[in-house]
T-cell receptor, first 112, second 112 residues
């Protein structure tokens, strides 16, 4: 069974600070997706990383896929209150039957 | 715009009752999924379908069933609701095996 761990589980920071959240597994994934979920809503895709070592930027968010495709990180520069939410990583495997494995999430709170 | 809608948004039921949660998507996606989300567990796959008349069990399928009679709908049925099934349920759809998931806004189910 493929498992994903995320750390930290909770993070509360002041507006303007930088932060990094991590997504780790002992399994190799063909790609990895990051989602953000706000209260009362479903998760929304932020980015997909596919190649080992790949770095993608989305405004103040930087996503990196580990060289071995077992882990990923999300770095937010100068966090804003609008970044508050639950960040979920999802590993996409080669098992066509059950492709997505979700981590438990990192709950981020950015205080003004 | 294409969307995926779930109903009801909130449901309270008694132990032992049969409950059906609706999911309707207008993306014309072949793939549809049901997840439950519980604190500390992230999203766990209940059932999924890759097309009409196709259904498959996920990680936590006991006590749940689905049917797929058309492309747009994948209703989730709890045969005999149990308190352990109190959770937030999310329906999702995707275009292909590893394409990003489009989620509904969830159904909060409480079993008393």
């Amino acid at each position: 069974t493929q498992l994903l761990e995320q750390s930290p589980q909770f993070l509360s920071i002041q507006e303007g600070e930088n932060l990094t959240v991590y997504c780790n597994s002992s399994s190799v994934f063909s790609s990895l997706q990051w989602y953000r979920q706000e209260p009362g809503e479903g998760p929304v895709l932020l980015v997909t990383v596919v190649t080992g070592g790949e770095v993608k930027k989305l405004k103040r968010l930087t996503f990196q896929f580990g060289d071995a495709r077992k882990d990923s990180s999300l770095h937010i520069t100068a966090a804003q209150p609008g970044d508050t939410g639950l960040y979920l990583c999802a590993g996409v495997g080669d098992n066509y039957g059950q492709n997505f494995v979700f981590g438990p999430g990192t709950r981020l709170s950015v205080l003004p | 715009d294409a969307e995926i809608t779930q109903s009801p948004r909130h449901k309270i039921t008694e132990t032992g009752r049969q409950v059906t949660l609706a999911c309707h998507q207008t993306w014309n996606h072949n793939n549809m999924f049901w997840y439950r989300q519980d604190l500390g567990h992230g999203l766990r796959l209940i059932h999924y379908s890759y097309g009409v008349q196709d259904t498959n069990k996920g990680e936590v399928s006991d006590g749940y069933s689905v049917s797929r009679s058309n492309t747009e709908d994948l209703p989730l049925t709890l045969e005999s609701a149990a308190s352990s099934q109190t959770s937030v349920y999310f329906c999702a759809s995707s275009e292909a095996g590893d394409s990003p998931l489009h989620f509904g806004n969830g159904t909060r189910l409480t079993v008393t």
